[in-house]
């Protein structure tokens, strides 16, 4: 059995968007559930008088720190279940109109596997 569950919120004020997607997937005895979880934040917003000035303003930009990648994985040796949860932080810059916008995003994907309860 599969069950899919989507879920997408966006801020009042537009400045943040949280897109979740989850999904429970029953193949035997094993229960998987995975998510995908990506949310959006503008964290600045650089007024620009032309098109021609965002790449001036790119070009003098203190460099960001690149984009950070964690991976953890775990196993539970009581019920034999196991999580890997793989997460990616970072930011990019959106030119729209007479602005550019910093945005920064989180990526999650995590898949927890739970196994079948042992006979007693």
């Avoid at 005895?29 to 990506?38: E, F, G, K, L, Y």
């Avoid at 030119?95 to 927890?112: E, N, P």
């Amino acid at each position: 059995m599969r069950d899919i569950v989507v879920r997408n919120l966006t801020s009042p004020d537009r400045l943040k968007r949280d897109c979740i997607v989850r999904e429970y997937l029953r193949q035997g005895d094993c229960t998987t559930t995975v998510i995908r979880r990506c949310t959006y934040r503008v964290e600045s917003e650089t007024p620009i008088t032309s098109l021609d000035d965002s790449i001036t303003w790119a070009q003098n930009l203190d460099p960001t720190p690149p984009r950070q990648v964690f991976v953890t994985k775990d196993l539970d040796p009581e019920s034999g279940g196991e999580r890997v949860v793989y997460k990616v932080l970072g930011h990019f810059y959106v030119v729209w109109g007479a602005s550019v916008f910093c945005v920064g995003y989180r990526h999650i994907l995590s898949m927890d596997i739970q196994a079948p309860e042992p006979a007693l």
